[in-house]
């Protein structure tokens, strides 16, 4: 799995591995797990009768990583069902203690997940050093320069980024932040840092979190869905499949801090938290660090499997989630439109020839991606209210090496969300779209335009096909 679970423009960063994402964020907050103190009792259950996910996230950690392989993939033997599952070790001279607790781990993933492994988990304990240095490979494959440019013309484009800060290094920056391992679906490998020889609390915390992306791999097989939708640009389906993906490992996660962990391992997992340098993040423009979140958060990934699993108070509805995938986000925001299989609507973009400019991206842009963009510089009422009136859309990047064109078609389920769309893109083109840029937002039944370009000569010529049909 060599892809984010976001897709590259439409708050899609681009074709990296989803598990570089930094083990920070909602930790901070995981003491509402712990009736307020990790002190004041031994475990707090996940109720089956709950109707909603307690009030608390886990770490956005680096879940589903990929890192480029060194050598070809180890083969792991089969699982006894009768026998408890080991891993195999990749490692020189492991410590017995370390193997033993990653073996404790495993076990208690199956328990909790209630899936047992099919395949030996394969576990590659490294140094700080070897981790940081497989991340900078992976990072240096992964950021091609080309589509980076591409990437940081549109998001300058859109006032997501300044003209002084370079997408590259945001990401760079970012991803290298805070590593605390990660799972490579290409080669089944969990990638384990354990310097001094054993995990902390909150590396336990992680290694339940990886262990669940490669149990469900090893069931569900969903690496190799993942990198096609990547490949043929489905990129709003692949944010959905990674928000099905990030929340069942979260909420696995968060099973086993409040009712797996001793109360000591809680408060050390609280503490280190709490020391966790978030810098990076908290300067980063809340389109890339909202995105990158979603996956995660109560009202993206994790709320989607919460709101299946207690429906049962157990997996089974998780499980056969794998079996029927949310293609959009939006089925992942909002499980009623799952459960209906409510599909996006079919939009088109009509041809849009500008001399000198090639199509560089076509995709949808997305639920998520729409109320991320939104949130950055419009009121959280706004962005809602704009994004959940989608009901499908495409976008297009016209890209001439050193300029990029957006152009963005919205179809709302009714009149109404186009009203909502064009109000919110009106509103964005006066305070974020730079006033430099050619920007046109034009709507008409339930659909909304828009177009942001270089220039007005090149802007109008995007225009030029649809001019009958919006009006200015």
Known sequence: MRCVAINRVAGNLCRMP??????????????????????ETTTTAVPAETTSAPETTLPADTAGVTTPPTTEATPTPSVDPGQPTEATIVADDPNPELVATINGLIAITEETRGL?????????????????????ALLEEELEPDETARDDAVYESLGIIDPQEDLREVFIDLYTEQVAGFYDGDTEELVVPASDGNLTALQ??????????????????????????YDEDRFDEA???????????????LIYFQTGMSVQDQREVLEESLNIDTTTLDSTP????????????????????????????DFSAVNAAYESLPTTTEQVIDLDAYRDREEAAAVTLLPTPVPGYEVGEESTWGQQAYAALFNQSLSTRTAEDAANGWGGDVYRVLWDGDNAIFVNLFAGDEASDAEEMYAAWSELGQTQIPSDRYFFVGTTGNEVLVIVADSEATGEAVLEPYRAIFAD
């Not at 989803?18 to 002190?39: D, E, K, Q, T, W």
């Not at 290694?207 to 939708?229: A, K, P, R, Y």
């Open 204 to 229: 336990k915390l992680t290694m339940v979190h990886e262990l669940v992306h490669s149990l469900t791999d090893q069931h569900f097989e969903f690496n190799e869905h993942s990198n096609m939708l």
């Open 286 to 313: 809340s389109f890339i660090a909202d995105s990158l979140i979603w996956p995660y958060d109560l009202a993206g990934g994790t709320g989607f499997v919460s709101s299946l699993w207690t429906e049962t108070g």
């Open 18 to 39: 989803r598990s570089l994402i930094p083990v920070l964020l909602a930790l901070v907050v995981l003491g509402a797990a712990c009736s307020g103190s990790a002190g």
């Open 239 to 253: 944010s959905a499949l990674s928000g099905l993906l990030e929340g069942d490992a979260t909420w696995t996660e």
């Open 116 to 136: 047992k492994f099919l395949r030996s988990p394969l576990v590659a304990i490294v140094t700080e050093q070897e981790l940081a240095d497989r991340v900078s």
